[in-house]
């Protein structure tokens, strides 16, 4: 079992988050990323013995900890840990007979846990194993893909999942090394891509890093794909009434996360020439958040790793044509 020591995370947006779900006591609500557990023990807090919580999470060490919290602290509540990713939320709410919910948080970011933890292999600045895998029963590692990908490739992960511009330089440095000796660790990888980069590409206030290490990690958990899934199927089983809160970290995931809630706010496939609706498609809900919310003054000094969250809210409404 997990000692509290051992798994440290700041929850981001923690009061924010909160007061977006709108929290019923008897409510069912779903923490998609159970993580350290922070959002959960908010949410299973203001819960009543007759309320049910659900924490997802695909790292058996953040179910650990959510286990141990439960434990110490709200044995009375209904939570359930469950081990899936959150792109599969309908699997899960299936298997547990579950139609409805009141609530769906989604904190997107790596833990800090995972960060500081170099045995993962997530952080450029810690010594560790080329990693990155959020479920260690998965086969695939950064590694794998760092010696093994085409150029093509490794262009293709860098630049769509991290944004890189020098993506091409950065994987033909990453080809000419790895025929002398494949990559195995954090840093060994971090201190090559700063040597592939040109020089004003090194000017940066971010570590020469940080994007690609990005890139990598959404390419070993598939973590683009499982948000759209979510968002899409998540919507489909809020009560009326009922809140989506979605904290991203990167612009491609906040871009999935606003396209899908305007679709759900807005479905009509009709031209907009047509005077009347003629697809058939209806609001599935209203989006709270024009713009998304982020971290305060304090939060951001407090916590640096929050600078970049946003976080976004969808409420349900009462129409039934996806059930």
Known sequence: MLQGSEYKHISVLLRESMEALNIKPDGVYVDCTAGGGGHSAAIASRLSPNGTLI????????????????????????????????GDIDDVLDSMKIKRVDGILADLGVSSYQLDNAERGFSYMHDGPLDMRMDLGESRTAADIVNRYTREQLIKVFTDYGEERHAGRIADGIIERRKVRPFTRTVELAEAIKEYMPGHGRGEDQHPARRCFQALRIEVNHELDGVESLVTNGIRYLNPGGRFAII?????????????????????????????????????????????????????FENPRSHSAKLRVFERNDNEQYF
């Open 55 to 86: 924490s997802i999470d695909k790292d058996d060490s953040a179910l650990g900890k959510c286990m141990l919290r439960r434990e110490e602290c709200f044995s009375n509540i209904n939570w359930m840990p469950v081990k899936s990713d959150y």
């Open 248 to 300: 991203s970290f990167h612009s491609l995931e906040d871009r999935i996360v606003k396209e899908g809630f305007r679709k759900a706010e807005n479905p009509c496939t009709c031209p907009r020439d047509f005077p009347v609706c003629v697809c058939g498609k209806k609001p599935l809900g209203t989006v709270i958040t024009k713009k998304p919310i982020e971290p305060g003054d304090f939060e951001r």
